[in-house]
């Protein structure tokens, strides 16, 4: 073995060890994202979930609304047959 040779060996060897390190050191920093990932799905679904309940909610709403127009709107014809039957009976003072 040459001098070159010996010198280059130990180096060679290094860098191996240096990349080997990383590759470990990736692995460990890609499964902590991964884990991160996973949690931040689980409360993504969560959200979704109650955004899933605010929508039924808004739906519920909605519709008593229009229950509730529907009622002002039959309660407001009702009043005017009434007025005009009372109109009718009560003598007229002009």
Request: net charge negative.
């Amino acid at each position: 073995m040459d001098s070159d040779e010996a010198t280059t060996k130990p180096t060679i060897e290094t860098v191996l060890e240096r990349i080997n390190t990383l590759g470990e050191t990736l692995h460990s920093e890609i499964k902590s994202v991964r884990s991160d990932i996973e949690r931040i799905d689980k409360r993504l679904d969560k959200f979704n979930e109650r955004f899933n309940d605010v929508d039924e909610r808004l739906d519920q709403i909605e519709a008593l609304a229009n229950r509730s127009r529907l009622d002002v709107l039959n309660m407001r014809s009702d009043f005017r047959q009434w007025r005009d039957q009372l109109k009718d009976l009560l003598p007229q003072t002009h």
